[in-house]
């Protein structure tokens, strides 16, 4: 990549173990010690796991009752959503005296575009550098960053040197980075398609660069060509920082697997509530209620209907999901009930202009 090609500038921030590190801060008995967010029972799971539990297998989607075991002093505490949020919104503050320019992917990560930015610095790794001082000084939490060129690679190199880390791919250095790269690393390949690409012969980067766009396609589909440009270091998606709300969901999972629609009302009710509450604090409403069925052998069903007019009514989104959970006979009994809201009526905000800057590489990037 020679220095006349027009570049960006591109800062992935991610917080270290989020939810675990505002619990520790918060409360200080519980710095240095295994902790997971979640429920620790039968039916629980984590949410996020601090580093000193993680040391022992435990993360974040895994059964609470499988990390017990894992580790014997793993503390359990009750996620605080509120909280994380507060917490979020003064890091993003942060990030928002460097570029208007910033895309949340969730509460504790966004991707920021600095190629111009407010500060005037040409070195996205000193803004990335001052952005995490910042955050550890005001906030009191460590954050790790990646820097490079495209999105994707930024994601991946934040995670690179966590925690409280940062990794910077040059221009220069892109093709070299990937074709080392495990495939495991790769974001966007999953558990699943890494055992089958390890299959094929496909462990590095540089592997999967010796296949052809035609083997691609065939063994992987539509996500062929994603794998085909990404290890060349060709990822265009700009920072959006006016996302779509695409999608509004709530859902439950049961102490006690449900065997029956009657024990369902009670709790239907309950979630349409919540997610009447969210539509309205989002001031969103929907027209494609979905019913969400989790099975007690983990299966998982989906029922959905459009209605000819937009809703966020409580009482309108439950009836629409008592129809859905009567529409057919259930396949067993049910641990677990959701209801999504999509097809709302936000519309797209007008983009911000965002200028090509053709960067003579002079300066550290």
């Given at each position: 990549?020679?220095?006349?090609?027009?570049?960006?500038?591109?800062?992935?921030?991610?917080?270290?173990?989020?939810?675990?590190?505002?619990?520790?801060?918060?409360?200080?008995?519980?710095?240095?010690?295994?902790?997971?967010?979640?429920?620790?029972?039968?039916?629980?799971?984590?949410?996020?796991?601090?580093?000193?539990?993680?040391?022992?297998?435990?993360?974040?989607?895994?059964?609470?009752?499988?990390?017990?075991?894992?580790?014997?002093?793993?503390?359990?505490?009750?996620?605080?959503?509120?909280?994380?949020?507060?917490?979020?919104?003064?890091?993003?503050?942060?990030?928002?005296?460097?570029?208007?320019?910033?895309?949340?992917?969730?509460?504790?990560?966004?991707?920021?575009?600095v190629t111009e930015n407010k500060k005037g610095n040409p070195s996205a790794s000193l803004i990335a550098e001052e952005i995490r001082e910042?955050?550890?000084?005001?906030?009191?939490?460590?954050?790790?960053?990646?820097?490079?060129?495209?999105?994707?690679?930024?994601?991946?190199?934040?995670?690179?040197?966590?925690?409280?880390?940062?990794?910077?791919?040059?221009?220069?250095?892109?093709?070299?980075?990937?074709?080392?790269?495990?495939?495991?690393?790769?974001?966007?390949?999953?558990?699943?398609?890494?055992?089958?690409?390890?299959?094929?012969?496909?462990?590095?980067?540089?592997?999967?660069?010796?296949?052809?766009?035609?083997?691609?396609?065939?063994?992987?589909?539509?996500?062929?060509?994603?794998?085909?440009?990404?290890?060349?270091?060709?990822?265009?998606?700009?920072?959006?920082?006016?996302r779509i709300r695409k999608s509004l969901a709530a859902e439950r999972t049961f102490s006690e697997n449900l065997s029956s629609e009657i024990?369902?009302?009670?709790?239907?009710?309950?979630?349409?509530?919540?997610?009447?509450?969210?539509?309205?604090?989002?001031?969103?409403?929907?027209?494609?209620?979905?019913?969400?069925?989790?099975?007690?052998?983990?299966?998982?069903?989906?029922?959905?209907?459009?209605?000819?007019?937009?809703?966020?009514?409580?009482?309108?989104?439950?009836?629409?999901?008592?129809?859905?959970?009567?529409?057919?006979?259930?396949?067993?009994?049910?641990?677990?009930?959701?209801?999504?809201?999509?097809?709302?009526?936000?519309?797209?905000?007008?983009?911000?202009?965002q200028k090509s800057v053709s960067v003579q590489l002079k300066f550290k990037f």
């Amino acid at each position: 990549m020679s220095g006349d090609l027009t570049i960006r500038k591109i800062i992935h921030v991610d917080m270290d173990a989020f939810y675990a590190s505002v619990e520790q801060m918060d409360n200080p008995d519980l710095k240095g010690k295994p902790l997971a967010v979640g429920g620790g029972g039968k039916r629980g799971v984590v949410s996020a796991a601090s580093y000193e539990a993680r040391k022992f297998g435990v993360k974040s989607a895994m059964a609470g009752n499988l990390a017990s075991k894992l580790c014997t002093d793993l503390i359990f505490v009750r996620p605080r959503f509120d909280r994380y949020s507060e917490i979020s919104k003064k890091v993003r503050l942060i990030f928002y005296d460097y570029t208007d320019l910033v895309e949340p992917l969730s509460l504790d990560e966004a991707y920021l575009d600095v190629t111009e930015n407010k500060k005037g610095n040409p070195s996205a790794s000193l803004i990335a550098e001052e952005i995490r001082e910042r955050i550890f000084k005001e906030v009191g939490l460590t954050a790790s960053a990646g820097i490079s060129i495209n999105k994707f690679i930024a994601k991946v190199a934040s995670d690179y040197n966590k925690p409280n880390g940062q990794k910077t791919v040059n221009p220069e250095e892109v093709i070299e980075f990937l074709e080392q790269l495990d495939i495991r690393k790769f974001y966007g390949v999953g558990r699943v398609t890494a055992e089958k690409m390890y299959q094929k012969g496909i462990f590095t980067g540089l592997d999967l660069k010796g296949k052809s766009l035609e083997y691609l396609d065939k063994n992987f589909g539509k996500s062929g060509r994603y794998y085909y440009h990404i290890v060349r270091g060709i990822h265009n998606s700009e920072v959006k920082p006016n996302r779509i709300r695409k999608s509004l969901a709530a859902e439950r999972t049961f102490s006690e697997n449900l065997s029956s629609e009657i024990f369902m009302l009670e709790k239907l009710e309950h979630i349409a509530d919540e997610v009447s509450r969210r539509l309205d604090k989002s001031k969103v409403a929907g027209k494609t209620v979905t019913l969400k069925i989790k099975y007690s052998d983990f299966t998982l069903q989906t029922r959905s209907k459009t209605l000819q007019y937009f809703i966020s009514d409580k009482s309108v989104i439950l009836e629409t999901a008592k129809d859905l959970l009567y529409q057919e006979k259930l396949n067993n009994s049910v641990r677990l009930l959701g209801i999504s809201m999509s097809n709302l009526n936000t519309e797209a905000k007008k983009k911000p202009e965002q200028k090509s800057v053709s960067v003579q590489l002079k300066f550290k990037f």
